[in-house]
């Protein structure tokens, strides 16, 4: 039984831990708390060091890691200044294995569920079609719940990436996100979206129930504790009624 949750706070304003907790305690039956961001607090010298170990290197190339002292010394910029940290996506398990390792001597048991909120990029190796993943979470102890993989690992509708490509050959920029919304069908997460906090709560629900239960998704696509693979599905999921499918309103439901 999980009888205690800590999240830590993710560096951006989008994803508010706090108000997340407040979700998550009116659903489980377990303390909940929150601390400062993870990585600020357990950075030690061997810590950027994982980090440079745990970079995907090429979309279809399960080796990870590059070492070299330029990679170690963005990486330790990137704990301080977690807003320089894009482009890049870990290998959501070394990451893992690496911020357990760090987690408090008393606190390792699996009664206590620590969920970092990280600002990576996460993925995990597809041995059935040779390619990496990205993830919105990791899940286990800790569970690894990562902002950009919302917005970055469901597709998004097709469409999308056309008018993202039309718009690049006319200007050469990027289409802002108004005109995204509006030429396209189907709706979608973008980065920093307002929605980001009320979405991520059925994802940290879902780190809880899988430590508690052994349980991972749900098949009920309206359920908070489902898997999709597309955005639509997301929205459908984290921000439409009903808020569970019916065994999941048993165990969580307001
Ligand atoms: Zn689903
Ligand atoms: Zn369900």
Not at 165 to 178: M, V, Y
Not at 192 to 208: F, K, M, N
Request: net charge negative.
């Amino acid at each position: 039984m999980v009888e205690r949750v800590t999240l830590y706070r993710a560096p951006t304003a989008a994803a508010d831990a706090s108000a997340i907790a407040d979700w998550l305690r009116d659903r489980v039956d377990a303390d909940v708390e929150v601390r400062d961001r993870f990585l600020q607090r357990v950075a030690d010298e061997e810590l950027p060091t994982a980090f440079a170990e745990a970079r995907v290197l090429s979309p279809y190339e399960r080796e990870t890691g590059n070492a070299m002292l330029g990679i170690v010394r963005y990486e330790e910029r990137a704990m301080e200044h977690p807003e320089r940290a894009g482009g890049v996506i870990y290998d959501g398990l070394q990451v893992q294995e690496a911020l357990r390792d760090r987690l408090p001597d008393d606190e390792r048991t699996l009664d206590h569920l620590h969920v970092p909120i990280l600002d990576r990029v996460l993925g995990t190796w597809g041995d059935h079609d040779g390619r990496w993943h990205k993830r919105v979470t990791v899940l286990g102890q800790p569970a690894l719940v990562s902002v950009p993989g919302l917005y970055e690992a469901p597709a998004k509708p097709e469409q999308y990436y056309e008018e993202q490509q039309k718009h690049a050959l006319l200007s050469g920029d990027a289409p802002p996100r108004e005109v995204l919304e509006s030429a396209v069908e189907g709706e979608f997460l973008v980065e920093g979206d307002p929605r980001t906090t009320e979405a991520l709560c059925g994802y940290v629900l879902q780190a809880y129930h899988y430590l508690d239960t052994g349980e991972a998704f749900c098949d009920d696509a309206s359920c908070r504790l489902a898997n999709p693979h597309r955005q639509p599905g997301v929205v459908e999921a984290q921000l439409r009624e009903p808020e569970f499918c019916e065994v999941h309103e048993e165990l969580y439901g307001t």
